[in-house]
């Protein structure tokens, strides 16, 4: 009979090694906290947690075709300028052997893969530590920084009769390539950049209908000193006031990008209106009419993986969890990375570099003005 993990400590927990993550040990390694695994009784502590069996966070399951060329721009992390990267290499493997030569060089305090399946409190006191659960065993510690990203967490809507389609149905997260879907009819839903990629993509190989619930908004060249700024303070709003997250692109609309051009000058570009509902052998248009369709492909998009702070309650009746800066408004001690207004890369660099300085404050706070438990000598009181 295998023994039971025993229960281990750190003083911050970081869970997700993406961008965020990782510029979040860079700079809990920098301000002196040491590896919670080979330290355990250091003052201060860390480690991280990643679900992926290798470095590359959610980069390294992006489809075949996704390449640099195509990508939106990749920040630099912290301390260690990304290399030159050929624009035709797939980002499914150039991202991930950056991640991996920066964690290597850093020597970074990540365990994985661990999957983190619940955080809680340790008991009823509001200071009191947290509990993280793993599949690799139980760790207490004083502070969360999450930074697990979206990749495991598709977002599907449902259409009636969904259940009944015959053929195949996929999310973006499913998507390898283009030559899967050669001479067939596809269904592709969603009005985001993904979408926009993978309508390109396939509609050359196959017939393609588009479909989004609104109508798309194509702006002209983005002006990042001016509408950068608008849309950081628009998301930042929006997360402060606690209101569920929205796609960048509800923010931005979609850009004029090289696969944008290329499916209009092909012909391509043409949205239709939601269907209504799905039958066996395809879908019911908006006018009643009926279109067969051998895939549906949902590039509908992904939600913040943040299942396993439920039990934290941090999440309001909207769906929702407000934060300041990087924290949790309703717990200081939980810090939110690669969430909301730092889902950008150079946004994550920044909320890492920010939810370490937040709890050192914090911690630094508590010392100076914990009681003075040295004990008094005989004859010396008062």
């Known amino acids: 009979m295998s023994q039971p993990h025993r229960e281990r400590t750190a003083t911050i927990i970081v869970i997700g090694a993406g961008q965020a993550g990782l510029s979040a040990g860079y700079h809990l390694s920098r301000n002196g906290y ?35 060329a195509t990508v939106n721009g990749i920040f630099d992390l912290p301390g260690l300028a990304k290399p030159a990267i050929d624009p035709a290499e797939p980002s499914r493997t150039a991202i991930p052997r950056y991640f991996a030569d920066y964690e290597q060089r850093m020597g970074l305090a990540i365990e994985r893969p661990v999957r983190v399946s619940r955080v809680s409190y340790a008991d009823t006191d509001p200071e009191g530590d947290l509990l993280v659960e793993t599949d690799a065993g139980t760790w207490r510690t004083r502070a969360i920084i999450n930074a697990t990203g979206t990749w495991d967490n598709p977002h599907q809507p449902h259409y009636p009769g969904q259940d009944t389609f015959a053929g195949r149905q996929l999310h973006t997260r499913d998507y390898v390539s283009l030559e899967e879907f050669a001479g067939k009819r596809v269904g592709i839903v969603g ?7 993978q309508l390109e993509e396939i509609s050359r190989v196959a ?13 002209g060249e983005f002006r990042s000193e ?16 606690g209101n569920a997250p929205r796609s960048v692109v509800s923010y931005t609309g979609l850009g004029w990008a090289p696969y944008a051009i290329a499916a209009r000058d092909r012909g391509v570009l043409n949205r239709r209106p939601m269907f209504t509902a799905i039958r066996p052998h395809g879908v019911r248009e908006a006018d009643g009419s009926f279109t067969e369709l051998d895939v549906i492909l949902w590039a509908t998009g992904f939600r913040a993986a943040l299942d396993h702070l439920q039990p934290l309650h941090l999440t309001n009746e909207r769906g929702g ?8 408004a309703a717990d200081p001690r939980i ?13 994550a660099n920044r909320a890492g570099r920010d939810a370490v300085r937040t709890l050192t404050r ?3 706070h508590a010392t100076d003005h914990a009681p003075d ?3 008094v000598p005989a004859g010396r009181a008062g």
């Not at 017939?207 to 702006?219: A, D, G, L, Q, S």
């Open 362 to 364: 914090r911690f630094d």
């Open 226 to 241: 001016i509408e950068g700024r608008e849309t950081i303070a628009k998301v930042t709003a929006d997360a402060e006031a």
């Open 34 to 68: 040491l590896d919670a695994r080979t330290n355990p009784d250091a003052e201060r502590t860390y480690v991280v947690f990643d679900a992926n069996p290798a470095p590359g966070g959610a980069w390294q399951h992006r489809w075949e075709s996704l390449h640099m």
């Open 321 to 328: 969890i407000a934060v300041r800066g990087t924290q949790a």
């Open 335 to 347: 810090h939110l990375i690669g969430f909301g207004p730092s889902q950008s890369t150079v946004g």
């Open 191 to 197: 009005g985001g950049i993904s979408a926009l990629q």
């Open 373 to 375: 438990r040295t004990p």
């Open 207 to 219: 017939e393609v209908y588009w479909y989004t619930r609104r109508e798309p908004e194509f702006r």
